[in-house]
């Protein structure tokens, strides 16, 4: 028999063992199980942003309708009707194979009503299941101030779940530990997650597999939450048969080194943990990474100096921390700089930032009584192209690189795009094209900013 022929015979043989011996085990969808996890990943972010509309205001004309932050009961509405949207569908059914929603999606606003900090919920596909862990809200607060820049070291919590016999002191920022415990806190149909999850492993008859994942702040919370749930697997799941595994997209440093160490004893060889070489979030809160985030998108965009400033201050907040990567020897993605920055998902005949920005530059100018700050800024100098560029440069690169890059990575573009473009799901990256109350916001703080550096120099004459 020629060697080809063997070679085909061995692989006909191994897919046929695995369809096999593992029908339960892995979704039917065309995407693999790192692309359908980090689809699933992606939809438990739809409460970002997310607004709502005001009932008192329904007879008004479009014009003076205002909207409203949500309350916790209409963000849960609003992101079970995308999930559910999205498993109904049957382009994602062909991607993803037929998942199920089965707990959740619980949505934690703070304040409330106000923007959504945290959410989660839990898909099924025969045996598996998977966690889905949303990631930072831009418009929360909460999530930037507490649960993301809360790593003070005199701040940290210990990790009360191991014993490992190694001397380790595992700690983890603390608000890391606030999210964890957010979302232990979490019900719904009045289960919590690990409730929920030891009944179901409970019921089935075959090994469970339980896959944690998340993107950004979720890809720092889901290692973590899937490591609680395994040292207190037996408080919850008992003895019944599981596997306990983890895809962290682009996420943070959770805790120190030793919580690093003592992860990687635990859930080392079954984390996945993605993240591209350029994102700047999963370069804090290690200092020597923190040190690479101005150089970046050197040469193509020079650093801004707020941005050398803001890397100043993260080295402030996480000194003496000790903060590791999970996993720290994972090798990244090796991402590239992207320009001008349009989000995969809009048409080709999307125009860069400068040209949009120059349209809009156009009409502002036409009323300056309707647009008061921008049209001095507008119309005093062109100052305007040196603010946008290049800390806007800088930005854009940030909100790419953090999002749609990893889509590009692993081939899901056409998924992911489909449920922005045709199934109406958020898209988690801004646009190029920036509304004009962006503008007036930008407008406000380079002036504002500029009136801060003029009393600093004047200051410095004195």
């Known amino acids: 028999m020629k060697t080809a022929t063997k070679l085909l015979l061995f692989c006909l043989a191994m897919v046929f063992s695995l369809t096999t011996l593992m029908p339960t085990a892995m979704a039917d969808g065309f995407l693999d199980e790192e692309q359908q996890v980090l689809i699933l990943s992606f939809l438990s972010n739809g409460a970002s942003d997310l607004r709502c509309e005001d009932q008192q205001q329904i007879n008004l004309t479009l014009d003076a309708q205002e909207d409203r932050p949500c309350y916790e009961q209409e963000a849960q509405q609003e992101l079970e009707d995308q999930i559910n949207r999205a498993f109904a569908d049957a382009t994602v059914q062909g991607d993803l194979g037929e998942w199920e929603l089965v707990w959740g999606p619980v949505v934690t606003n703070i304040p409330e009503p106000g923007p959504a900090a945290n959410a989660m919920y839990v898909a099924q596909n025969g045996n598996w299941y998977v966690v889905s862990i949303a990631g930072t ?63 179901a492993v409970a019921m089935s008859g075959d090994e469970t597999r339980i896959t944690f994942t998340g993107i950004s702040l979720g890809g720092t919370l889901s290692p973590v939450l899937a490591l609680y749930a395994l040292d207190s697997e037996n408080e919850w799941a008992g003895s019944n048969s599981l596997t306990i595994d983890v895809e962290a997209i682009a996420g943070t440093t959770p805790g120190n080194e030793d ?169 988690p990256m801004p646009t190029t094209s920036m509304k004009l109350d962006q503008l007036e916001k930008l407008a406000a703080t380079n002036l504002k900013w500029n009136k801060i550096k003029k009393k600093a120099r004047a200051s410095r004459v004195r």
């Open 137 to 199: 809200n831009d418009s929360s607060l909460f999530d930037w101030i507490v649960e993301d820049a809360g790593v003070r070291n005199k701040k940290q919590k210990d990790w009360p779940y191991s014993d490992d016999g190694l001397g380790l002191e595992p700690k983890i920022a603390r608000g890391t530990w606030i999210g964890l415990q957010i979302l232990l806190n979490m019900k719904s149909s009045d289960k919590t997650l690990l409730e929920f999850l030891g009944e």
């Open 259 to 427: 919580f690093s160490t003592y992860y990687s004893e635990r859930l080392g060889a079954y984390t996945n943990r993605i993240w591209n070489t350029i994102d700047v979030i999963p370069h804090a809160w290690n200092e020597d990474m923190l040190s690479e985030i101005p150089s970046l998108y050197e040469p193509q965009i020079p650093t801004p100096p707020e941005i050398e400033s803001l890397v100043k201050f993260g080295k402030f907040l996480a000194r003496n921390g000790n903060y590791t990567q999970l996993m720290p020897e994972t090798e990244g993605m090796p991402g590239t700089v992207k320009e001008p920055v349009v989000s995969i998902c809009e048409e080709s005949n999307s125009v860069d930032i400068f040209q949009s920005v120059e349209i809009l530059k156009n009409k502002i100018l036409q009323y300056p009584a309707r647009y008061p700050k921008l049209y001095k800024l507008l119309s005093s100098s062109e100052q305007w192209e040196d603010e946008l560029d290049p800390l806007s440069r800088f930005s854009d690169q940030i909100n790419y690189q953090h999002v749609e890059a990893y889509a590009e990575f692993l081939d899901v573009m056409e998924t992911y795009c489909h449920l922005i473009n045709d199934l109406g799901i958020p898209n």
